[in-house]
């Protein structure tokens, strides 16, 4: 088990890190961003035509203010 102060030391390190690594590695990381997300939309395009799409929806019901 982790104590809070281990958690928040990791914490700590991991947000001083990543902007150093990101700022590093720039160039690669918005292109596997932007694959990622590219495959990301893609799969949810197929999510939503197998899954979603056929979840039945009812009328909405006016809400009264």
Avoid at 1 to 7: F, R
Avoid at 39 to 60: C, H, N, T, W
């Amino acid at each position: 088990y982790l104590t809070k102060l281990v958690q928040v030391v990791g914490l700590f390190v991991l947000l001083h890190t990543v902007p150093v690594l990101y700022e590093k590695y720039e160039d690669q990381v918005d292109t596997f961003a932007e694959k990622a997300m590219h495959e990301m939309k893609k799969q949810y395009a197929v999510f939503d035509a197998k899954v979603l799409s056929k979840i039945p929806r009812g009328p909405l019901k006016n809400k009264k203010l």
